[in-house]
Structures are given as structure tokens and as C-alpha cells.
């Protein structure tokens, strides 16, 4: 099977280095030139521009930061859709909304070109070990031809078929809305707790052992409990991204959202405050600042 990749970033670059290893024959493309100098290393051909990444292949995956640079990859100038071929699929892989993947279909279908969306969870050491938890939206047919190029990128047991097209998409968006907003009640919480003279490990052990658990604060916030590692290789740009379509999401099925849109003000507060490359866990910031208090564990509490 022969594959385009189109996006080589924190997540696209170690998953495109994953289809090589596993002998892949892959094109690549992406607007940073010098992002594909390893690929080029490891037997990837440079293409010029997205339809190139696409001729001749049997499957494209696009891994991008916004639905808006997904629309000009695939149908702007030099764009993917026209150089797939009848039978090619193209597996989108960046957390977005169905809107450009429903166009490019209405023109896709016509002359046999499938289209999936399968986006990711599990950071960049996710794409990094091959261990993804992908959720796939499509045609089971589809979806199973497709099934050992994502088994390579992401844990076999954990490469889902969540249903219709535009289903990845959303459960995508689901998880990481309700992820960031572990994160800014943790916080608070935490901050409070703290605040009100209880240490930073009790506190948590405590709340480890009760109804309130969570494996945002068994896991995640260890990074910035131990290390003061906010993971700069999710972008603060990008979680807001996500809020943001999670919300318009929410908007367009008319279902309330009301602590979702707090949660992204918050992230927005953040992006204002640290700047869009700082790291998704930087709105943990804005109360340490605020309090002047780092919510950190000594070493015997870590
Ligand atoms: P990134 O910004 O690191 O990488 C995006 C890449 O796309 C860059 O190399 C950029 O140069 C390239 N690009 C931008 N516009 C382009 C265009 N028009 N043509 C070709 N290439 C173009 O982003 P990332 O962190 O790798 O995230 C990619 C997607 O995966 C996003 O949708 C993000 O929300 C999602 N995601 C990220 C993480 C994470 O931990 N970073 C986890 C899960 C999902």
C-alpha cells in the first residue's frame, strides 16, 4: 500500500517516522520544508505540494492544526482531492468538525474516492511509541481496509470504529472538552485546598481515595505536580482550537453549554496570558500566579 502524509508536527512527524519504520512507502508534505528532513532520512519522497503527496497513492493522511488548513490541503491550489484516484482513501486524522470532510465527499463520491476522519488521543508520546487511541468515522468496508496503516499508528485494541462519518470528530472533541475541564476544576480545587492549609499530597491522596478520583489527577497533572511541565507539545493555540469547535458543536445541536464555555474562556484567558505555544496544562498557571503559590509536590510528596 502506498501513502501520502500530509502535516509533519508534534503528532504527524513521530506517526509518519512509525509508517516508515513499518516499511511503508510513504510521500510527504508539509508548508515547513526542513519538517521532512528526517522522513527523507528514513526513505520518505519529498512531494512538492499536496496533490503530488496524493498521485499515485492509496491512502493520504492529513494531520493539521485547524479545519481551516485541512480545507486549503485538500481543495485549494495544488490540493489533495483532485490527484486521488478512483479506489484511494483519505484518512483525516487532525481533531476537527465534519464541515470540509462532508464537502470534499459530496465531490469525492462521484469518482470513487472514500474519505475516513480518525483522530487521535494520547499526546506525542502516544504518536511518538505507536500506542494512539484512534477513533475512526466511515464506512466499515472502508474503515477495515484502512485498519493496518492505523494499527501501526496507534494500540490495535484501541483503534475504534465509532461510527458514521463525522463520529471520530466529535468523540475526539468529547474527550478532550471534557479533559480540559478536569483540568481547571483540579486546579481550583487543588488551589483552594492548599490555600486553606492542607498539603499538596494529602490533599490529592485524599482525593484519590474518594468518589471525586479522576485519572486527570491520578496521571496527568503529575507533569506540573513534580516537573512544572505544562506539555508544551499540545499548544495552548490548539486546545483552544478544540474548545472552540466543541462549543460551536454544542451551539449547533442546541444542547446548553454553559461550563464548557467557562472552561474555554478560561483557556483563552491562558493564551492571552502565556501565548499560544505555551502548553496545554498552562491555564494551571493562572492560579499559581494568582495565589503566588507553584502547586508543587516535595520530593517525599512526589
Ligand atoms: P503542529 O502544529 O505541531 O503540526 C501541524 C503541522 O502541519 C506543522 O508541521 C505545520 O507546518 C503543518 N501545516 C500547517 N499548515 C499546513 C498546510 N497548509 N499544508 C501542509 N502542512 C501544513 O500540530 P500537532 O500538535 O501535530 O497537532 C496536529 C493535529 O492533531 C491538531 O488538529 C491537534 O489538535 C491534534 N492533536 C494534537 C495532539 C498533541 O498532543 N499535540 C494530541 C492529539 C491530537
Not at 42 to 55: D, K, R, S
Not at 145 to 168: I, N, S, W
Not at 198 to 204: E, H, P
Request: net charge negative.
Amino acid at each position: 500500500m502506498k501513502l501520502g502524509f500530509i502535516g509533519l508536527g508534534h503528532m504527524g512527524g513521530p506517526m509518519c517516522r512509525n509508517l516508515l519504520a513499518a516499511g511503508y512507502d510513504v510521500a510527504v508534505y508539509d508548508v515547513r520544508r526542513d519538517a521532512a528532513a528526517e522522513h527523507e532520512r528514513l526513505g520518505a519522497t519529498w512531494a512538492a505540494c499536496p496533490a503530488e503527496a496524493g498521485a499515485g497513492r492509496d491512502a493520504v493522511i492529513t494531520m493539521l492544526p485547524t479545519p481551516r488548513h485541512v480545507e486549503a490541503v485538500l481543495l485549494g491550489p495544488g490540493g489533495l482531492l483532485d490527484a486521488l484516484a478512483p479506489g484511494a482513501v483519505w484518512i483525516d486524522m487532525s481533531t476537527s468538525v465534519p464541515e470540509v470532510a462532508d464537502r470534499v465527499r459530496a465531490l469525492a463520491d462521484g469518482r470513487g474516492v472514500h474519505v475516513l476522519d480518525a483522530p487521535v488521543s494520547g499526546m506525542a508520546a502516544g504518536a511518538r511509541a505507536g500506542t494512539l487511541q484512534i477513533f475512526v468515522g466511515g464506512d466499515p468496508e472502508v474503515v477495515e481496509r484502512a485498519r493496518p496503516v492505523l494499527d501501526v499508528l496507534g494500540d490495535p485494541e484501541r483503534v475504534m470504529r465509532v461510527g458514521g462519518h463525522g463520529a471520530g470528530y466529535t468523540v475526539k472533541l468529547m474527550i478532550n472538552l471534557l479533559w480540559f475541564a478536569h483540568l481547571v476544576a483540579t486546579t481550583e480545587v487543588l488551589s483552594i485546598g492548599t490555600g486553606a492549609g492542607v498539603d499538596l499530597a494529602v490533599l490529592r491522596d485524599a482525593l484519590l481515595a474518594s468518589p471525586a478520583a479522576s485519572n486527570f489527577l491520578d496521571r496527568d497533572v503529575l507533569s506540573v505536580l513534580r516537573d512544572g511541565d505544562y506539555d508544551e507539545s499540545f499548544a495552548l493555540a490548539l486546545a483552544c482550537k478544540d474548545l472552540g469547535l466543541a462549543v460551536d458543536l454544542a451551539r449547533e445541536v442546541k444542547v446548553p453549554a454553559e461550563l464548557s464555555a467557562l472552561v474555554e474562556q478560561v483557556y483563552r484567558r491562558a493564551q492571552r496570558a502565556y501565548g499560544d505555544l505555551a502548553g496545554e496544562m498552562a491555564p494551571v498557571k493562572l492560579w499559581e500566579d494568582l495565589t503566588g503559590a507553584p502547586l508543587r509536590l516535595t520530593p517525599q510528596g512526589a
